[in-house]
């Protein structure tokens, strides 16, 4: 027994060796290999906008305490439009090719990246764009080009927008799972679906007018970029008139119906390239990696920080995929105190999540607008708790597809009453006092309970349409009107009070920089977020070393069945009241 104990003790002994030594070499790698001159751009070079590896705005930076080592990554929607922008000036950068693309890009994420192509165009520069099929959110994006080519057994996807949400209602009166909900707001239609089996008038009225407002923000740009009216657009669409290659051409969505090959050789004939010749390319995340952050390298001793909120907001440090107080508070003190630090840009890009956390956030905003200007820059979408840590900024952009707004908390628990009555459960308790028993889900809910937790989510909203108010110099009344929940788009912000301009995150570092009366700054881009040891090999035994544990699992049940698990684990995950958007809207 002593040996094969001492046997397992030395196999673990060697796991964990080799996991050491694994991430260790890759750390030296990281630190020795990683020096940006290796990387040489030829003359004549094309740009490849392959976005598939990019999701978020901000790529993050991270720091390895335990082993004393900061390293950053270049493949956020900010490293992208930095690429672009020096690949304006950059005399070896000819043209951007945006070959078959495919990105998990939101609507203000595509916008962005979409106005900078405009910008590159007009240094003179070539934007061509090849599909063998176009999605429609793809499209959007690739129509910015000078030409845009479609293979000839192709398809393009151009019919309007669509949400679709499921109810559940019936489903937990035949299953016995049912979810207590608590809410305040008659647009929080994150809970709806298990309150009712139907859309309520209140919601389809809201669902409508953002689907309608992000719409016309798509035809608009698509219009001006093909030149095609806007009525012609919404015909085509309406009967799916571009569906086919040939329909496409004729519709003027597309110019050339070619094979790919075809593709090719337009590029070599621009570049002057023969033939039977390979043409110079270079990947747009290598580009802003290696090339980019060097030209754009300043001395400036003037900087403004940008200070990154993006993901679903849950309490702890936080990281690229999720707003944490602890690396949002630490690089908002971090910045107000760094006299270089003359303006801070807070970029939210979230749905919400814990009301907590978002109060924690809030104060911080407080504290830093009273030292420094806090200009605030709104994504895909700031609502709930993403705009309740945005409406303290001294002025907020927003870009007109931003979903925002859905002032509105709510709490809900679940309940499994009825399944354990079925399989002949009793759940019995026993109390020292009248209210110390609590919530269980194997009971029905307690009256003085739900009382309790009711008065908590009216205190929420009351605090949360106060911080509004302040923020917006709005009286509580005012607010109250457009709260309730409900969801408007940055278009229809403007409009209500609730955003003062639309714009992207360059027109926020403008205006920033404006405020504080400097014209030569540089960026710095906040969090930094602190890595343990245990993070880094948690998971090694038995998981791929290529691949995430995330990778592999939408890998194997495919993306839509990654992204349901996904929302339904925000509430497993979640604690306390909540302030969070409806739903995930997706153009498709």
């Not at 962005?112 to 165009?121: A, D, G, I, M």
């Amino acid at each position: 027994m002593r040996f094969l104990r001492n046997v397992l003790a030395t196999i673990v002994g060697l796991f964990v060796f080799f996991g050491i030594l694994f991430f260790g070499i890759i750390l030296l790698g990281a630190v020795f290999g990683g020096s940006s001159d290796k990387v040489m751009i030829k003359d004549n070079t094309v740009i490849n906008l392959d976005l598939s590896k990019v999701k978020y705005d901000y790529a993050g930076r991270f720091n390895y305490k335990d082993f004393n080592f900061v390293d950053s990554n270049a493949d956020g929607v900010s490293d992208i439009l930095n690429a672009i922008e020096a690949a304006k000036t950059d005399d070896k950068i000819k043209g951007i090719s945006i070959l078959n693309n495919y990105s998990n890009l939101g609507m203000a994420q595509r916008r962005s990246v979409r106005e900078k192509l405009e910008e590159f165009k007009k240094s003179g520069k070539f934007v061509l764009a090849y599909a063998n099929a176009y999605s429609q959110s793809e499209y959007y994006m690739n129509s910015v080009a000078d030409t845009v080519y479609l293979n000839p057994v192709g398809e393009l996807d151009f019919k309007g927008l669509s949400a679709e949400v499921l109810y559940m209602k019936d489903l937990q009166e035949k299953s016995g799972i049912k979810m207590e909900v608590i809410r305040h707001g008659k647009y929080k239609s994150a809970v709806e679906p298990y309150l009712e089996q139907n859309m309520s008038e209140a919601n389809r009225e809201q669902t409508t007018v953002l689907l309608e407002s992000i719409w016309s923000t798509i035809l608009e740009d698509v219009a001006k970029s093909r030149n095609i009216p806007v009525d012609s657009l919404n015909s085509i669409a309406d009967r799916l008139g571009a569906r086919t290659p040939e329909m496409a051409k004729a519709t003027h969505l597309v110019d050339k119906v070619v094979y790919e090959d075809e593709y090719h050789n337009a590029i070599r004939k621009a570049l002057q390239v023969e033939k039977d010749k390979e043409y110079n390319t270079i990947d747009v995340v290598t580009y802003a990696k290696e090339i980019a952050a060097r030209k754009q390298a300043n001395t400036s001793k003037d900087v403004i920080a940008i200070v990154y909120a993006q993901g679903q907001i849950l309490n702890g440090e936080g990281g690229v995929d999720y707003v944490g107080e602890i690396s949002v508070n630490r690089a908002l003190k971090k910045a107000r105190e760094d006299d270089k630090v003359k303006a801070i840009v807070l970029r939210v890009n979230s749905p919400g999540g814990s009301a907590l956390t978002s109060d924690l956030i809030w104060r911080e905003v407080e504290l830093t607008k009273k030292v420094k200007p806090v200009i605030v820059s709104m994504g895909d979408v700031a609502a709930s708790g993403g705009y309740y840590i945005a409406c303290n900024g001294d002025y907020i952009f927003a870009e007109p597809g931003t979903i925002t707004g859905s002032i509105g908390v709510f709490g809900m628990l679940p309940n499994f009453k009825k399944v354990a009555d079925k399989f002949g459960i009793n759940a019995e308790h026993v109390s020292t006092n009248k209210n110390s028993r609590g919530y269980s889900p194997f009971s029905d809910i307690d009256p003085n309970y739900k009382a309790v937790v009711t008065e908590g989510v009216e205190n929420v909203y009351k605090t949360f349409v106060t911080r509004v108010a302040a923020g917006r110099r709005m009286t509580f009344d005012q607010v109250d009107q457009i709260a309730q929940g409900r969801v408007w788009t940055g278009k229809n912000a403007v409009e209500n009070g609730l955003v003062d301009a639309l714009g992207g995150l360059h027109d926020a570092i403008a205006y920033a920089a404006k405020k504080v009366e400097i014209t030569e700054y540089k960026t710095v881009n906040y969090p930094e977020y602190e890595v343990k040891f245990e993070d880094m090999i948690r998971g090694f035994i038995g998981v791929s070393m290529l691949k995430t544990q995330d990778e592999l699992i939408k890998e194997k049940i495919g993306a839509e069945a990654f992204e349901m698990i996904e929302r339904l684990n925000y509430f497993n995950k979640a604690e306390g009241i909540q302030a969070m958007l409806p739903y995930e809207l997706t153009i498709k």
